[in-house]
């Protein structure tokens, strides 16, 4: 049921489609010379893609905004910390990327491919030989660089204003897993049926790049891998430790399940105290927002006003104001909150 995704780098030269435990699909989807702007988009909805970064917004309505954009963007950036799926699916799977890569850019009339990936020399090396077609842009391996907003800002120049979408700038930024699953649809006519994820248990040791059919209970996953889960020990958080989320083991495999990482609750639990005003999360915040002034509007109701909504509407939840705060305050469970008052 779980198979590894391969890291065999010789194995690239000879590339294995993976098996799968579906069927295969009664119609035979459109070759990349099919692939125009009027059914490009339907053809994501047939295949039922969604953001697969961690979004999970539709894939179609991303597509149709964007026709006319001059850049495709493979987005390979990742950098929740901890996560190397991106990365794996770019170094091992790059056929199907390239597939679904060429097939946006050519729904979209975009003359350009951008690869951004980390600033790994060894990594840049092997995508110049797997990615030729594609200019490469390294970015800094430092939570969030991986953020549309933050890759248009080193691509143009210039940080998008508030509220502009990439594709107003003419860019359109794809997930690597979200290409990945494009391709595997167009060369080999599987919908999106399958999760690539980052699967790992720091206090053993354990880490793997593996992929999982969408619907599994995640206890079957970690029983797979043998690995000794105690719900009063142990929690699992999903999908990356500053944007995810806790889930159980009753809990599936989803589209946007980036990762299951395994944590112990003892080093999890530091306790909380009150706000020191030493700005650290203003100045920590890639937006320039104001985490702390935010939480506080929050939580006092005051939430109506034109600035409190456009800093709120701004704010993509990195959680990056909560990791640096030295009183261990979780402002992220607040914002959270407060983009249900928009
Ligand atoms: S979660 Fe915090 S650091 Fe991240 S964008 Fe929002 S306010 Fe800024
Ligand atoms: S980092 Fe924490 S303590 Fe410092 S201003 Fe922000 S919320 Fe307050």
């Given amino acids: 049921m779980l198979r590894h995704i391969k890291t065999n780098w010789p194995d690239l030269l000879h590339f294995q489609p993976l098996e799968t435990p579906f069927p295969a699909p009664e119609r035979i989807f459109p070759g990349l010379e099919e692939i125009d702007p009027e059914t490009f988009p339907a053809f994501l909805d047939e295949i039922g893609l969604v ?19 001059h850049t495709l963007v493979i987005n390979g950036v990742e950098c929740e910390p901890g996560i190397t799926v991106d990365q794996t699916i770019l170094l091992h799977h790059p056929l199907w990327v390239q597939a679904g890569a060429n097939a946006c850019a050519k729904a979209i009339g975009a003359t350009q491919v951008v690869l951004a990936v980390k600033n790994n020399p060894d ?20 939570y969030p660089a991986g953020a549309e907003k933050l890759i248009l800002k080193k691509l143009t120049g210039k940080m998008p204003p508030p509220g502009v979408r990439p594709y107003q700038m003419g860019y359109l930024v794809q997930n690597a897993v979200s290409l990945r699953a494009i391709g595997r649809a167009i060369v080999d006519g599987i919908p999106v049926v399958e999760r690539p994820l980052t699967l790992t248990m720091p206090s053993t040791g354990f880490y793997k790049n593996i992929i999982a059919p969408l619907g599994l209970p995640i206890r079957d996953v970690l029983e797979a891998f043998n690995l000794p889960f105690d719900p009063e020990a142990h929690l699992i958080s999903a999908s990356g430790l500053m944007m995810g989320n806790e889930v159980g083991l009753d809990d599936c495999i989803e589209k946007t399940t980036l990762s299951l990482i395994i944590l112990e609750r003892s080093k999890l639990e530091e306790k909380e105290r009150g706000c020191i005003r030493c700005g650290t999360c203003n100045t ?46 979780p402002l992220i469970r607040t914002l959270e909150e407060g983009k249900q008052c928009l």
């Fill in 51 to 69: 953001g697969m970064g961690g979004s999970g917004f539709p894939a179609s309505e991303k597509i149709r905004a964007s026709i006319g954009a």
């Fill in 123 to 142: 990594h840049i090396s092997r995508f110049r030989v797997l990615y030729p077609e594609y200019d490469i842009a390294p970015f800094p391996d430092r």
């Fill in 284 to 329: 920590a915040c890639p937006l320039g927002l104001h985490p702390y002034a935010l939480v506080e509007r929050i939580k006092k109701g005051r939430t109506k006003s034109p600035a409190f909504k456009a800093q709120m509407t701004e704010c993509f939840l990195c959680g990056v104001c909560s990791a640096v705060c030295p009183s261990h305050i």
